[in-house]
């Protein structure tokens, strides 16, 4: 699969980034909303912080130091990446760099998200589309 023949397929959901001290009660408290999801729902627990995705409208208890960065949708690379193929992130982030469209992206076992600001989506599809990237809407 070459850079240029990439799908990206948009979800409508808005997405919020959280970011809590990495405790264990923390981590207790928030498993409730981390079930299977149709979208993304993704943990990440380093030595320093607790970073959490989920859509905008799940409902955190209220914890302390909790801060949040809202208002992000979600772009999906459309089927499965194997782990030898270079520059996939690349080819997507460099592009809206040039275009001044910040991004928060996510690695899974299978494929790649870019999360993409919300007054930036259109801009980020035109982006693209104009270097030849299929983008469609889920």
Known sequence: ?????LTLLLYP???SVHRLP???DNLHAITPFLAPTTLINSLTITSSELSL???????????????????WRAFKVAGKLDFGLV???ASLTAPLK???VSVFCISTFDTDWVLVKEDK??????????????VLDC
């Open 98 to 100: 040039e275009a001044g």
């Open 13 to 15: 959901t808005p997405l």
């Open 22 to 24: 990495p405790t264990g």
């Open 1 to 5: 699969m070459s850079a240029q023949s």
């Open 87 to 89: 520059g996939i992130l």
């Open 53 to 71: 995705i989920v859509p905008s409208a799940t409902i955190l208890p209220n914890l302390q130091d909790l801060k949040t960065e809202a208002g």
């Open 121 to 134: 989506v259109d801009e980020a599809r035109r982006v693209w589309q104009n270097v030849g990237f299929n």
